[in-house]
């Protein structure tokens, strides 16, 4: 087994367990939720840090999730203009563009977050009393998943055909 495919079978075991705690996370956030709503308006008595908490799953539930959607090709796009261009060279051209600019985006996100995380770990949350860091620090591990599998989308573009037909990703 070569290095290329130990890092798919890698990135793939991270992408099944991101979706999976996604999962786990979404429910748990439902389950949170439901039952402080039953507790204020039932017994008019709440969990004290469901909001916080909410938020704070909140998060990372979208940049774990944001990072599963690149890997599908799953975010919205306006694809008026690649539809309607003649040419496979210029729809690569401008497919390598959007590509790009997604990667910058992408970087600079991770680089913020990082900072970000970096910053906030001297305070802590009001309700739970966790390092804030913690709460950001999905920021710069979402930005890396997702920045793996736009650089992955990057390579695909210039692949041919036969390329893809012999590795199975057609």
Same mark, same amino acid.
């Given at each position: *087994?070569?290095?290329?495919?130990? /890092?798919?079978?890698?990135?793939?075991?991270?992408?099944?367990?991101?979706?999976?705690?996604?999962?786990?996370?979404?429910?748990?956030?439902? *389950?949170?939720?439901?039952?402080?709503?039953?507790?204020?308006?039932? /017994? +008019?008595?709440?969990?004290?840090?469901?909001?916080?908490?909410?938020?704070?799953?909140?998060?990372?539930?979208?940049?774990?999730?944001?990072?599963?959607?690149?890997?599908?090709?799953?975010?919205?796009?306006?694809?008026?203009?690649?539809?309607?261009?003649?040419?496979?060279?210029?729809?690569?051209?401008?497919?390598?563009?959007?590509?790009?600019?997604?990667?910058?985006?992408?970087?600079?996100?991770?680089?913020?977050?990082?900072?970000?995380?970096?910053? *906030?770990?001297?305070?802590?949350?009001?309700?739970?009393?966790?390092?804030?860091?913690?709460?950001?620090?999905?920021?710069?591990?979402?930005?890396?998943? *997702?920045?793996?599998? +736009?650089?992955?989308?990057?390579?695909?573009? /210039?692949?041919? +055909?036969?390329?893809?037909?012999?590795?199975?990703?057609?």
């Amino acid at each position: *087994m070569g290095v290329k495919e130990l /890092f798919n079978r890698a990135l793939d075991l991270v992408d099944r367990s991101i979706e999976w705690l996604t999962v786990i996370l979404m429910g748990f956030l439902l *389950m949170l939720t439901f039952l402080n709503v039953v507790g204020r308006y039932v /017994f +008019q008595n709440s969990i004290y840090f469901s909001d916080e908490l909410a938020r704070f799953l909140f998060v990372w539930i979208v940049f774990l999730g944001a990072a599963i959607i690149i890997k599908d090709k799953g975010h919205v796009a306006v694809t008026f203009i690649l539809e309607n261009l003649k040419g496979a060279v210029s729809k690569k051209i401008l497919e390598t563009i959007i590509s790009l600019c997604g990667i910058l985006f992408i970087a600079i996100v991770f680089v913020g977050g990082w900072q970000l995380a970096a910053s *906030m770990n001297m305070y802590s949350s009001a309700a739970l009393d966790i390092p804030m860091g913690y709460v950001y620090l999905v920021i710069p591990i979402g930005s890396a998943i *997702m920045m793996i599998h +736009q650089l992955k989308n990057l390579i695909a573009i /210039f692949k041919t +055909q036969e390329d893809k037909e012999r590795t199975g990703e057609v």
